[in-house]
């Protein structure tokens, strides 16, 4: 039987760390789904016609992890048609008879609204730019920090799919955790659902 797990999250909230350790440890696959949209950030050309056309070389770009690529997805994934023609590729994914995780934005209030289980992680602006910015080696903590706002206001703020958690959604504040207590607690709330 297909196991969804939705991580949503803003921006350098720890959602792919454990969304790579919970597919790891319970065997799923793993789809980060907001490498689509940088993807079509950076494709060039109009949006919603790269969102259509969306090949997977485009999502091996080595640049996609950049602030550059980052700025571009939060921009594009705004536009109700870029959502839209990436909603039936992230569905399937999702309903992998082996088990899937997805993290993004939008999994548990739009993609999969009926997930096994959803988190949603989060953390202060502060924390997230400081991990973001160690990770990234590139511009400096103040640049970090006002793209990190930027980005987090324009994904709660946007009409389709605002960044927001799940009516029910376990709410998972990493900012006071280190990784292995956020993937420690994550594991937790996956292992009591397959229990049931
Ligand atoms: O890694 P980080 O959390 O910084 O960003 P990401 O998950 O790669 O997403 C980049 C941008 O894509 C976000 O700021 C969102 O605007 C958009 N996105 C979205 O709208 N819906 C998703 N499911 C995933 C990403």
Do not use: N
Not at 26 to 41: E, Q, S
């Amino acid at each position: 039987m297909p196991f969804t797990i939705a991580i949503d999250g803003p921006a350098a909230a720890g959602k792919g760390t454990i969304s790579r350790a919970l597919a790891q440890a319970f065997g799923f696959a793993h789809l980060d789904t907001g490498l689509l949209y940088r993807a079509v950030g950076m494709k060039g050309g109009d949006p919603v016609a790269a969102a259509q056309t969306l090949l997977p070389e485009d999502m091996a770009r080595p640049d996609l992890r950049g602030m550059a690529a980052g700025e571009a997805a939060s921009r594009v994934a705004a536009l109700p048609e870029v959502r839209a023609a990436l909603v039936a590729f992230q569905r399937e994914f999702a309903r992998r008879a082996v088990g899937a995780v997805l993290d993004g934005r939008d999994i548990g209030t739009v993609i999969c609204p009926d997930a096994e289980v959803k988190i949603f992680v989060t953390a202060s602006p502060e924390c997230r730019a400081e991990r973001r910015w160690k990770e990234l080696g590139e511009g400096t903590f103040a640049e970090v920090l006002e793209q990190v706002r930027a980005r987090d206001a324009r994904d709660m703020g946007r009409a389709d799919a605002p960044l927001r958690p799940a009516a029910d959604a376990v709410i998972l504040d990493t900012s006071d955790l280190d990784i292995a207590e956020a993937i420690a607690q994550a594991r937790a709330i996956v292992a009591a659902r397959l229990a049931q």
